[in-house]
């Protein structure tokens, strides 16, 4: 594994929790991941993956440690990738905002200067991170989508736009419909120039709007006592467009749940049993 940089190894169910560097090269510097193998994946059986794609100010770890997916992964044999969400270095731009700069690549193809060099989040979550899972670890080409936050509106965008590449998408709170938000406003603006027009195509909620064709399953959990819920947010928008265009999509709003991994930790079983399901495990 030539490629990849071992930086901990650490036992879990009976798998094991890895954290691997490695040079990008459409994002142009050293990006982290970490994956959560189970026993079958270690003993050579192939089997499905679940990308687990983090929030606003998150890494590679947040979802690695306080989600706690790897105990329902590990019984169903699914293979979990967390990868970080932006590039980082010294030499990557950066802003002082949480909603721009590192920590916030919300999963798109910068246009912009600074941003172009090294934010080409889009296609190292849908291209290259996968060939690279692909190639060192047993996973077969069953794919599921699993975000929070920023990471629930890069599943629901690169789900949509991406129907044949992957199984399952589910997300909990996520930023649904960033062209009406402040931060997907200022975010979008930054990467992608004040033409709106090219705002579209990393817009779950707009991406609807042309009719995409697919019968991949959604799942999103939303906490009520959300303090970013509704105005960052906007679930609502997508789910109500979503329904009538016939899409797969269940909604489910909780209570009294907030927006933290508390939230996420006490679902998580379900988005793991909805993919395993997309599965057919």
Known sequence: MSELILLATHRLFNGEQRRYRHY??????????SIYIPSRALAGYQRPVVY???????????????????????EWGIVLVMPDTSPRGNDVADADIENLGQGAGFYL????????????????????LPQLIEKHFSVNQQRGLCGHSMGGHGALMIGLNNPQRYTSIS????????????????????YLG???????????TLLLHHSIPTKLPILIDQGGADEFYPAQLLPEDFVKLATSKGLNIRFHLHKDYDHSYYFVSSFIESHIFFHATAFEL
């Open 24 to 33: 990008s090269q459409v994002n142009q510097c050293e990006m982290t991941f």
């Open 52 to 74: 687990c794609l983090g929030g606003l100010t998150c890494t590679d770890e947040n979802f690695s440690i306080k989600s706690g997916a790897q105990r329902f992964a590990a």
């Open 109 to 128: 193809n910068a246009t912009e200067q600074p941003w172009a060099t090294h934010y080409q989040m889009y296609d190292y979550i849908v291209y290259e």
């Open 171 to 190: 997300a909990f709170a996520p930023i649904a419909h960033p062209s009406a938000t402040k931060w997907g406003q200022e975010a979008f603006t930054a």
């Open 194 to 204: 004040a033409n709106t027009a090219n705002w579209a195509h990393y817009d779950s």
